[in-house]
């Protein structure tokens, strides 16, 4: 399992494979449909060989584990910003309704400066590893841990609950003993959480699913409706990819909208974009470039976004450093979940990569403790032996 872990591909064109193969078993697909599914899954079978024969991997786990990050410059700096990204939940809370307990709908309002306020707020999973890495005291761990977990609940954000247990499930097993096996029964718990929270969340969000029009096959039919949420949103982004992409369909204003801010909305919902089901509006992370440049745009996407992961990768190969390490869980989120919705081509992505790049050089320009003890070493040697003037 830890040598699958170190594969930049079982980060993107496996999850690509295994949505696609979803896809296949729940619907009966429509004459057409099959060829857009079959396009996504034969780039991902791509990206997994081309990713076998470079031999491109990620440091052993060994190093991870091996490196401090308590007490380091980074950890302080990092500390400072899980501050800053607390208030802001905090914030998101005290100042808009609380959609767990007041409305459920109102996760989707952001009037009033509430997506000023959620940009931040929205790096809250960055607070569990910040506080398995980087804190010794375990109050204030379990406190970044909690919050991290707890805010995405209460804003039925389903998203966020996904990138706080993966990212908090990669830390585990990233920092794991290699002499001991892998804690199974902790990933499991934490999936079985998110698996939970989603089937509830979205129940609560978007109710009942008698009300999806999509050819769902007897076997969907059949299954626990908890089954039911996670297989429609799974492979309803491959769905709609190979719906769109049957029918042809060309509109290049929601990539614009993706990529550069302020230039429009990226809601799919209530356009004139052809959907077989208007309420399920998800796509995969390719769908706005199959819409804006055909098949080549979106396997070009994929390309590209395979080439990002492995900048990333490469990064964490130099140094297993914190922001690094930030870094590559961000991206490889991204291409894990990039059957389901545009995460990686937007511009909050790339601004916290780079914002994470700020900050690492940052925490470079700060004293080291180290330093700044020997320096005041140094200092009381040179006073000991400085000659007393009269």
């Known amino acids: 399992m830890r040598k699958i872990l170190r594969l930049p591909s079982f980060y993107l064109g496996i999850p690509i494979l295994l949505t696609c193969g979803l896809t296949l078993l729940t619907y009966d697909l429509p004459a057409g449909y099959t060829e857009g599914i079959f396009v996504l899954a034969a780039t991902a079978m791509a990206v997994v060989v081309f990713d076998a024969w470079t031999g491109v991997r990620i440091p052993p786990i060994a190093r991870f584990r091996s490196h401090r990050y308590v007490g380091t410059r980074e950890a302080f700096v990092a500390l400072a910003f899980s501050a800053v990204i607390v208030v802001f939940c ?20 952001m009037e009033g400066g509430r997506e000023h306020i959620r940009h931040i707020s929205n790096l809250c999973w960055i607070l569990p590893p910040v506080g398995m890495l980087c804190v010794r005291s375990r109050w204030l761990r379990n406190l970044l841990i909690v919050i991290g977990l707890i805010f995405p609940v209460v804003v039925i954000d389903r ?3 996904f990138a706080t247990l993966y990212s908090f499930a990669l830390v585990i097993l990233f920092r794991r003993d290699t002499a001991k096996p892998l804690p199974w029964k902790t990933i499991i718990f934490l999936a079985l959480i998110g698996a939970t ?34 297989l429609l949103y799974m492979s309803a982004g491959p769905y709609n990819f190979g719906a769109l992409f049957a029918k042809h369909y060309s509109n290049a204003s929601f990539l614009i909208n993706q990529l550069v801010p ?13 959907l077989d089901a208007s309420n399920i509006n998800v796509g995969t992370e390719f769908l706005p470039f199959l819409m804006a440049a055909g098949p080549a745009g979106a396997v070009i996407s994929v390309v ?9 990768v490469r990064l964490l190969r130099r140094n297993v450093s914190l922001f690094h390490l930030l870094i590559f869980l961000r991206m490889s989120y ?10 990686a081509y937007t511009w909050s992505n790339l601004s916290f990569i780079a914002l994470c790049l700020l900050l690492q050089v940052l925490a470079a320009c700060l004293p080291s403790r180290n330093a700044s003890q020997t320096h005041v070493a140094h200092g009381l040697a040179s006073s000991t032996h400085r000659p007393f003037l009269r």
Do not use: E
């Not at 808009?96 to 459920?104: C, G, K």
């Not at 991204?334 to 995460?343: D, L, W």
């Open 304 to 312: 590209v976004l395979y080439a990002m992961l492995l900048w990333s």
């Open 262 to 274: 302020l230039s429009g909305s990226v809601a799919t919902a209530g356009t004139d974009i052809p």
């Open 159 to 161: 998203n966020r609950i």
């Open 197 to 230: 929270a989603f089937s509830v969340l979205g129940t609560l969000r978007s109710g009942t699913l008698d009300t999806v029009a999509l050819p769902f096959n007897r076997a969907y039919h059949a299954a626990p409706q908890g089954v039911k949420w996670l």
């Open 334 to 343: 991204v291409c894990v979940m990039s059957p389901f919705a545009p995460q």
């Open 90 to 109: 905090v914030l998101d809370i005290a100042l808009f309704p609380i959609p767990l307990f007041d409305n459920p709908s109102s996760y989707a309002t």
